[in-house]
């Protein structure tokens, strides 16, 4: 399995004391597996909090350990959507959204890859204690948002996702989700559609070299 901690960048942490900034390792997934959730660790003594969470670069593919926004405002500010965002006022639910978007675009790249690789760590909207014991096959991503979400609060997140009401520019709940089903069906296409396609690319490189 690949070590998260190899491949992170910006691990400082700005005006956190950095022994609660802790080192993700094998251990801290939920499964010893080649692929597994990243679950929540437990507080250190000292601690109000611990900083384990990590979200994936869609540019770069960088795993981000301090704020995401900032990394690609920073570093990938050349970019045109990011440019479209950089003008926005910075409470704007717009620029939180579109930015949200982005943060979430990196993350699904990044759990295709290790869906399809069965390596890695899969980077989950909401990350659970390890004592929930949930597992990869658990969650499926957001139609909308591309979040992965526990397939049993799937329905839910779907009338709150707020990616969808930005999208439908309304407080209602996005149209065709009227029953779980639905929704996990939704979700299951876009999943099946992006692995699909990270296959059919791969075959595609093959051939070349």
Aim: contains cysteine; hydrophobic residues 35%; charged residues 25%.
């Amino acid at each position: 399995m690949t070590n998260i901690t190899s491949q992170t960048d910006e691990n400082h942490v700005d005006g956190i004391n950095q022994s609660c900034v802790t080192v993700l390792k094998k251990s801290s997934a939920s499964s010893t597996s080649g692929f597994a959730l990243l679950s929540k660790q437990q507080i250190l003594s000292g601690c109000k909090q611990v900083y384990d969470k990590i979200n994936y670069s869609t540019f770069c593919r960088k795993a981000i350990r301090s704020k995401i926004s900032r990394h690609l405002l920073s570093v990938h500010k050349s970019d045109f959507r990011l440019m479209d965002v950089s003008i926005l006022p910075k409470r704007l639910k717009e620029r939180m959204v579109k930015l949200e978007v982005l943060v979430n675009e990196g993350n699904f790249k990044h759990n295709i890859e290790v869906l399809k690789n069965k390596d890695g760590f899969l980077v989950v909207g909401r990350r659970e204690n390890k004592e929930r014991n949930f597992k990869i096959g658990n969650y499926l991503p957001c139609d909308f948002c591309k979040k992965f979400i526990l397939i049993t609060t799937l329905w839910l997140h779907h009338q709150n996702c707020s990616v969808a009401r930005f999208m439908n520019n309304s407080n209602e709940a996005a149209s065709g989700s009227d029953d779980h089903e639905n929704v996990v069906r939704l979700s299951t296409r876009l999943l099946n559609s992006a692995l699909l396609e990270e296959s059919e690319i791969k075959l595609k490189y093959c051939s070349v070299v």
